[in-house]
């Protein structure tokens, strides 16, 4: 196993909001996780009202389901740089945002301290294995009211032909169809589970 886990109940108090997007399931990119022995300490916390399940997609692109987390718990991973993470609604299958991503890339301590304080810190007084616990803030993406919409519509119905028995005009029969063929067709990857 290429990491740990460790859950605890997460006392939140601060949110985050993600960046306007277009999809709930973008097209993947690349994202097979890359060998490498440089540490990375990371905190999932879930800021939304949803159950969301925590993956690691290992080297050959399986998705491996780490933790499933309720609202407002958190989950303590020890990864590596360029280990791949994403978070998905475990009810809807769609793809939510880790730090305003939809794949999380983990940096090491040093690597995000320099981007959060990168004139603050006198970098020669810092231990070269110092490592501290990294927060990544899971939320959910920010879309328009339409596909919103299009979204709370689509969870009703089982396949495409579906959005033909509603009386909706074409164009949104059409985007319909669109969604719930997208959403069918993210459940179709490898899920390995821990534990089981």
């Known amino acids: 196993m290429f990491c740990s886990v460790h859950s605890r109940t997460a006392a939140i108090k601060s949110w985050a909001v993600p960046p306007v997007g277009q999809m709930a399931n973008p097209p993947p990119l690349d994202e ?11 905190r999932f916390v879930n800021l939304t009202e949803r159950t969301v399940e925590v993956i690691w997609i290992n080297f050959t692109g399986a998705y491996v389901s780490y933790q499933l987390l309720e609202s407002g718990r958190f989950v303590d991973v020890n990864t590596y740089k360029g280990h791949t ?44 294995n110092f490592e501290a616990r990294i927060r990544a803030v899971i939320t959910i993406p920010v879309y328009s009211l339409r596909y919103t919409c299009l979204l709370a519509i689509r969870n009703y119905l089982t396949s495409p032909e ?16 669109k969604v719930v063929s997208q959403r069918n067709n993210q459940i179709i990857h490898t899920f390995i589970r821990i534990g089981d």
């Open 32 to 42: 097979r996780s890359k060998r490498s022995r440089e540490k990375s300490f990371v």
């Open 85 to 128: 993470w994403i978070a998905i609604d475990h009810k809807s299958r769609d793809r939510l945002q880790i730090d305003k991503e939809f794949i999380y890339f983990p940096k090491t301590t040093k690597e995000y301290l320099q981007n959060m304080l990168p004139n603050d810190v006198n970098w020669e007084a810092i231990p070269p």
């Open 162 to 177: 579906d959005a033909d028995r509603l009386e909706l005009p074409k164009e949104l029969t059409d985007d319909l169809k």
